[in-house]
């Protein structure tokens, strides 16, 4: 495999499973040194030892994106272990489905706490240290629900649309000054959020019935994340790719 990222440093959160474990694995095999920010230890623990046992290099640092103080302190752990700070991929996030009116203020809360404030904490320290280095790389986990409307969860998808409004204007903000700031929009993924959303009766025929073809696989994504961060992709800044087989493109 091409070693496009070979002397950089790469941080995904929420890089313990999923979209973000996939992505941390291929960043290490494109060359990079990984941090990978989430709360639970067990799990990013194992995906560190499966990296180094690859020949990648990596670190866990337990992070909850959702509070200021861990947001900058992984930044901070980053740059002490590793000196710089190149790529974010900032992944962690939550889902959840329910009318708007049966909806608690904790549910509402709770959402937009981790997927919409998580993204914007993550962005300010990465950005803060980026812009001392010259310039970086960010890409944010949005979702086809935040380029759409979501009949099964509207606070889902006024968070990921929160995310894809963050994502356009800090690219504004910032691409005089070297840092690229896109977005991914994924589809029905096969990862473990969705399989726990399948075990709700119906949940998993409603996603079929609107997905043409097959679901995604997480790796499919993690490519599209690291395309995004490499230098193939320089000229691209306030994007919000879907990768999600058409499902947003309409019937």
């Known amino acids: 495999m091409s070693q496009p990222f070979a002397g950089k440093v790469a ?8 979209i973000g474990k996939a992505t941390a694995v291929l960043f290490a095999q494109q060359g ?9 230890a067990e799990e990013g623990e194992a995906t560190v030892a499966e990296i180094k046992r690859n020949g990648g290099e990596a670190i866990f640092v337990r992070t909850d994106v959702a509070v200021a103080a861990d947001a900058e302190a992984v930044v901070k752990r980053t740059v002490a272990e590793y000196g710089t700070l190149d790529c974010a991929f900032n992944n962690a996030g939550v889902s959840g489905g329910g009318l708007l009116h049966e909806l608690t203020e904790a549910d509402w809360d709770r959402m937009i706490d981790v997927n919409l404030k998580g993204v914007w904490l993550g962005m300010k320290y990465q950005i803060i240290q980026m812009l001392t280095q010259g ?14 409307g979501y009949v099964r969860s509207t606070h889902y998808a006024a968070s990921k649309h929160g995310v894809v409004g963050l994502t356009k204007s800090a690219a504004l903000q910032y691409r005089d000054q070297g840092i690229r700031i896109n977005a991914v929009c994924p589809g ?24 043409p073809g097959r679901g995604g696989n997480p790796d499919e ?9 490499s230098a ?13 087989g058409g499902l947003s493109s309409g019937l």
């Open 135 to 148: 310039g970086g790389a960010i890409v944010n986990d949005s979702s086809v629900a935040g380029l759409t």
């Open 32 to 40: 990079a040194r990984v941090v990978i920010a989430a709360r639970r």
């Open 11 to 18: 941080l995904v959160t929420g890089g313990n499973s999923g």
């Open 221 to 229: 994504v993690a490519q599209a994340v690291t395309w995004l961060c």
């Open 232 to 244: 193939a992709a320089s000229y691209l800044t306030g994007v919000a790719l879907p990768v999600d």
């Open 188 to 211: 029905m993924i096969m990862t473990p959020m969705i399989e726990r959303a399948f075990a709700i009766p119906g949940v998993e025929d409603w996603f079929r019935s609107k997905v």
